[in-house]
Each structure stands twice: as C-alpha cells, then as structure tokens.
C-alpha cells in the first residue's frame, strides 16, 4: 500500500505558548485512508493539518506526499494539488456557486468546458441540484449547503488528499449527522486520502479508519476506532472514553 | 434680490470659477487615488509598510492647510501645480486608512479558504481582497472628494484659481456678493456630490 502522507519527528512552536503546538509528531498515513485528528482546543489538531498544506511551516522535522518533502515545493502548488475546506467555509461571496467550485481548476488553467462538467459532477455528488444551485451567491444558502458547496470546491481539481478542519463544526446536529454520513459515502467513492479535524470523540471515532488523538502537541494514541475504545493508551484517551460514557449515562437516565 | 442681480450681471464669472474649481478637484482626485492605491499595494505587499505610511500621512493630515500650502511655496512656487500637490498629500491619509482597512478588513475565513486554494499573493488581492472591499475603497474616495472641494478653496491663496479665487477678491475688495456666491457655490457643490455618492455608495454590496 503506498504511503500518502508521513510526519517525521514534525515540531512547530509559535511565540509566547509554553509548550509546542505540535511537538514531534510522526506519523504514517496510506493512500486512501479516512484518517480523524482528535484533541480539545490548543491540542495542535489544526496546527497539524496547516502544516500540511503550508499554511504554516515547521520548525523542525519533514512532511513528505507521495515520496515528496513538500519543503522542496512550491507553497502555492502543494495547496493547489489538496482539498481544503475549513468550518468558515470562505466561500466568496461574490461569486456564485458554480464559480465558486472553479476557482482551483482556474488557477489550473482547466478549459471552460471541462470546468463547467465538473461543478456539475460535484454539485451531484454533495446532493444539490446543479440546475438549481449553480447560479446562485454564497448568501443564498443554508449553512449546511454553503458546507456542501465548500466541500465540493475542495475537491475540484481531483485533489489525492483532502484536508478538513471542523468542516461540520458549526453545523447543527440533524444536519451534521447527514453530512457525516455523505462524507463517509463520498470518501467511500473517491479512493482519496482524508485529514479530518475535530474536537468532538463521536464524530472522530464515526468517520474515521483510524484516529489520531492529540494533546498538548503530542499524539496520545494513532489507532482504529476500535482499539482506542478497547484500549486507551493514556489517562487522557482515557478520560476522553469515559466522558463519552458519561454522556451515554445521562441519556439513558433520561429515557 | 440683489445677490441674484449680481449673479445674473457675473454669470460668466461665477460659472468659470465652479469649473475651474471642479477641474482642480478632479485632477486633485484622481491623481490621489492613483498614489493611493499604488501606495496600498506596497502595504499589501510589505509587512508593517502600511502603518507606517498611515502614520506620516496623519501627521501631514494634522498640519493646518493654509500653512502646508505656505510650507511649499518655497520648494515649488505659487500656481495650480503646488495647490494639486498639496491636495494630493492631504488626501493619502483618508484614503489609505480606508484602502488599507478595506483590504485587511476581509473576513479571515475567506481569506484563509483563499489562500488555501494556492492562490498567489497577487491574486488573493486582486481576485478576493480588491472586490471584497468595494464599499470602503469607494467611502474613502468620497471622503477624500468632498474634503478636496473644501480644502481647494485655500488653494487661491497661492495661486490655483476657483471658487477660492472669487471669495479671496471679495475679500480684498470688500464685495459682499462674491463672498457669498463663493460660500454657496462651494458649499453646494460639497453638498451635492456627497448625497450623490451616498446614494451610489447604498448600491454597492
């Protein structure tokens, strides 16, 4: 199976924190997996991800795609070749949808028509009808179709690997749980690597083959979902089982 | 009844100074927008450039008008080159405060999706930054016109003509009329062009 993405001995501080964001962090990740970073705020989750893409640099250690130090390569070409959708979304609002999904394969240089079939087959793909949806402005939407449309621009240019921090962050549950699943259904389809981002133990353990769970800059435990449920490698996986336990105790006395 | 006589007898008079008048305004305006925005692009560009440039700009805000207008007789002579100039070194303060403000002042989620996307520097200015802030680019040139009209008129006292022109000889001659038009035409015009621009500012998004 073909390595994807690996961490190695990664290290990235920012001023005036007493510890590390992200604190020699390796990692291994193949090809095609659905792989969910779990911490609480200031656990280095997103520091991480951004260092993925080269929104921020390390201080020390390398991140290599596919064979690649991503050092050695451009800032603006790694981000062109990887999705990236974020809990703001950032959709330009003065731009429609359909113009919208093409702002990367623009910057590629895709022609018209290729363009145009794309936001098409995307707009499917995240369930909205393309003849409905592709003229209309950001402002337009609900927030569940604005994070539909941000996934879909992520995945324009046919990225290998997508990153996604919090996507559904500050999505409802109802409609969160809808676009858990299509996520799920779209990783499924695409054979594409997923990063995905968050503070909540339920989703991260759903959607993910396997879960890194950070803490203070430092991965705690990389497993399946099941393994760290079985067996926690730490206090803190630990007390993040058990606060799930809790919540399950308070449903059940309600009920 | 005889301000209106005299304005019929000096039609020709009170017309040449109002165009006159716009015509210093104008060039005043445009070549301040374009310093403006060139000078923009070096904040945008250049880490802590634009505070900089905010900060000698405001102390060039904060001198009287008519002593920077006396300041520079020295160095460039009397005449319409020096009044433009001067004008031109006033408004930079009001319209990098607003360019600058504009362009930073996008939302951080747009830009961080932005330039996530792998858009250069240039393009996340000019394709997300530059449209994204229409509306204060378009407050500052505002500000920056009506403040012209008012400050263009101290430029007669070196020499740039316009309604200034009308209400200096007045002055001098003690002719209550033309001081009077001179307020009115001025004061017309500022109020004028700044409803209008309102009213245009309300269309944009």
């Not at chain 1, 690649?68 to 070749?81: A, G």
């Not at chain 1, 409905?132 to 879909?152: M, N």
């Not at chain 1, 079985?230 to 630990?238: G, R, S």
Request: with cysteine; aromatic share 8%; hydrophobic share 50%.
């Amino acid at each position: 199976m073909n390595t994807a993405i690996e961490f190695q001995h990664v290290t990235k501080g920012f001023k005036g924190a007493s510890y590390n964001a992200v604190n020699d962090v390796s990692l291994s990740i193949n090809e095609g997996e659905f792989i969910t970073i779990l911490g609480s705020s200031g656990s280095g989750k997103t520091t991480l991800l951004k260092m993925t893409n080269r929104l921020y640099d390390p201080d020390s250690g390398n991140i290599i795609l596919f064979g690649e130090n991503i050092r050695d390569v451009d800032k603006v070409l790694v981000r062109r070749r990887i999705g990236y959708a974020i809990q703001q979304v950032g959709l330009l609002p003065h731009m429609t949808v359909a113009q919208n999904i093409a702002i990367v394969p623009k910057l590629l240089k895709w022609d018209k028509k290729r363009i145009e079939a794309r936001a098409h087959e995307l707009l499917e793909l995240v369930g909205l009808e393309p003849k409905e949806f592709s003229s209309r402005y950001p402002a337009q939407l609900s927030g569940g179709q604005q994070q539909r449309i941000g996934l879909a621009r992520a995945l324009a240019a046919d990225p290998k690997i997508m990153l996604l921090d919090e996507p559904f962050g500050a999505i409802d549950a109802i409609n969160r749980l809808n676009l858990q699943d299509e996520l799920k259904r779209i990783h499924g389809g695409l054979k594409k690597t997923f990063l995905f981002v968050t503070h909540d133990i339920n989703e991260a353990l759903k959607l993910g083959t396997r879960v890194v769970v950070m803490n203070e800059g430092r991965v705690c435990q990389f497993d399946t979902p099941e393994n760290i449920a079985k067996n926690p490698a730490d206090d803190f996986v630990k007390s993040l089982i058990n606060s799930c336990r809790e919540q399950e105790k308070f449903w059940e006395g309600l009920t | 009844m005889e301000l209106l006589r005299f304005a019929q007898r000096n039609y020709n008079l009170l017309l040449r100074a109002l165009v006159e008048h716009i015509q210093l305004v104008l060039i005043a305006l445009v070549l301040s927008v374009l310093l403006a925005g060139l000078l923009t692009l070096v904040a945008m560009y250049f880490r802590g450039a634009g505070s900089l440039l905010t900060y000698i700009f405001s102390i060039v805000y904060s001198i009287p008008s008519i002593a920077l207008f006396a300041l520079m007789i020295p160095v460039l002579g009397l005449g319409r080159t020096t009044a433009i100039i001067v004008l031109v070194l006033y408004n930079q303060f009001i319209l990098l405060r607003n360019f600058i403000t504009g362009l930073g002042g996008v939302d951080s989620g747009i830009v961080e999706a932005a330039t996530g996307m792998g858009m250069t520097k240039s393009q996340l200015i000019f394709r997300v930054r530059l449209p994204l802030s229409l509306k204060p680019i378009f407050v500052g040139i505002r500000l920056a016109l009506v403040s012209t009209i008012a400050i263009a008129i101290i430029a007669a006292f070196i020499g740039a003509g316009g309604i200034g022109l009308l209400i200096t000889i007045g002055l001098e001659t003690g002719n209550n009329n033309r001081i009077i038009w001179g307020v009115i035409l001025s004061a017309g015009l500022g109020i004028i062009v700044n409803g209008v621009l309102v009213f245009i500012e309300k269309k944009i998004k």
